[in-house]
């Protein structure tokens, strides 16, 4: 069955120090989502991807965060520099694309938890 | 922007009962309504789910009914069993992926 990938598994930094996360979708999917998850609450959407073109970043804390997708396949999610309430797990999801059959069907990776000291 | 509210937070229920999760959405523009289970450490997976041309959908053990006028749905499970314990979100988006927006969670556990 295809996965979605993500690296690294755990992230432990200390605060002002910058990390990245990677996400390899599903082959295929031409939508990328890069959402945050805090403990105890649901996924809240940082940055969507159509192919290598930002969708919506509106929640995307661009002082601190960017996010690419150079040739629409992989992407990487940065921080710099990292705060104590980065504390989370940074999951990515795909879905085939707008506007194809199944387009809104997410299947997520296993995440990032990063830890901010 | 779209927001979903769900209810309750925590649910613990025995083996072998039936277990129901309400969901409420804003935005009458929302027609997607996924259901996913997350299991400690691991990222959500999808269960089931609905559009909304469909009023209910069936899944061995796993039920989703949607009423649009009220703009709630709700998920249904029978027969719990022990590996049912998991994180349950559900989720609201448009067709074609925008404005995809998930609920707090509900933290179920199925004692023995």
């Known amino acids: 069955e295809a996965e979605v990938a993500q690296s690294p598994r755990y992230k432990i930094t200390e605060k002002s120090q910058a990390v990245a996360f990677w996400c390899d979708p599903i082959?295929?999917?031409?939508?990328l989502y890069w959402y945050r998850q805090i403990l105890g609450q649901g996924p809240e959407l940082l940055v969507q991807f159509q192919d290598e073109s930002v969708v919506d970043d509106s929640q995307l804390p661009k002082d601190r965060f960017s996010a690419e997708r150079l040739k629409g396949v992989d992407s990487t999610l940065k921080i710099q520099p990292a705060e104590l309430g980065d504390s989370a797990m940074y999951l990515c999801?795909?879905?085939?694309?707008?506007?194809?059959?199944?387009?809104?069907?997410?299947?997520f990776g296993a995440g990032s938890r990063l830890t901010v000291l | 922007g779209e927001n979903v509210e769900q209810h309750p937070s925590t649910l613990s229920v025995q083996e072998g009962d039936s277990a129901v999760i309400k969901c409420t959405y804003s935005d009458s523009a929302s027609n997607y309504f996924p259901w996913y289970k997350q299991e400690l450490g691991k990222g959500p997976q999808l269960i089931i789910d609905i559009r909304s041309n469909v009023g209910e959908k069936k899944d061995q053990r796993i039920a989703v009914t949607l009423n649009k006028t009220a703009k709630h749905f709700s998920l249904h499970i029978t027969e719990t069993q022990p590996e049912d314990s998991a994180v349950y979100f559900c989720a609201a988006s448009e067709d074609y992926g925008q404005n995809f927006v998930f609920g707090p969670g509900t933290r179920l556990s199925v004692l023995p």
């Open positions: 999801a795909s879905s085939p694309g707008q506007g194809t059959a199944g387009a809104n069907v997410l299947t």
């Open positions: 082959s295929g999917h031409a939508t």
